[in-house]
């Protein structure tokens, strides 16, 4: 288990900023108590944004024909809808909710070719609000497999999260559970996918990166 190169600065601001705390309390207040209380408080607060830039040792699997999760987290919605951005049709979508608990790595859920990619602003509603996936801040990606068949997935920011990391670009070749991005703190990834797609799971599974088949193709 490492720490995922996302969090370095973060966690260096968390700490730098916990220790100033610390000796200022410690040089110029008498009173132990509050810096017992903070210590304690501190040592969570590190503990937490430490658990949640984690980057765990996979491997990631590789099954042709079929969709592996891009994200950690649970699924929360699976059902057809209008796909407008991109497909502009009809599209089968599977949307995972990722907690602030989750391994917030994101990985290509097929090999392919990337076709479009495309960063929105936008708000910051909660992740596992529907309106989410169309009015939050969020990235859009098209891959295109060797069978010409493409699939949209969404990098969509939370209430929380504040940045949203994608690595790849229009016209890179890419490859199924390599990493491609990151969103920082709660969040939600979508994908869209051929109406005649099999789907691996149902609501309120739990799926895991690079780990789990969700659908085939």
Known sequence: MTIHKQGYRVILVVIITISTILALLYFFVECRIPLFVLSFLSAIILGITLQFFRNPNRKGIISEGSIISPADGKVVVIEKTSENEYFKDERLKISIFMSLWNVHINFYPITGIIKYAKYHKGKYLLAINPKSSLENERTSIVIENKDKKDVLFRQIAGIV????????????KVKQSDECGFIKFGSRVDIFLPLDAKVKVKIGDKVKGSQSIIADL
């Open 161 to 172: 999260a504040r940045r949203i990391v994608f690595y790849a670009k229009k016209d890179d």
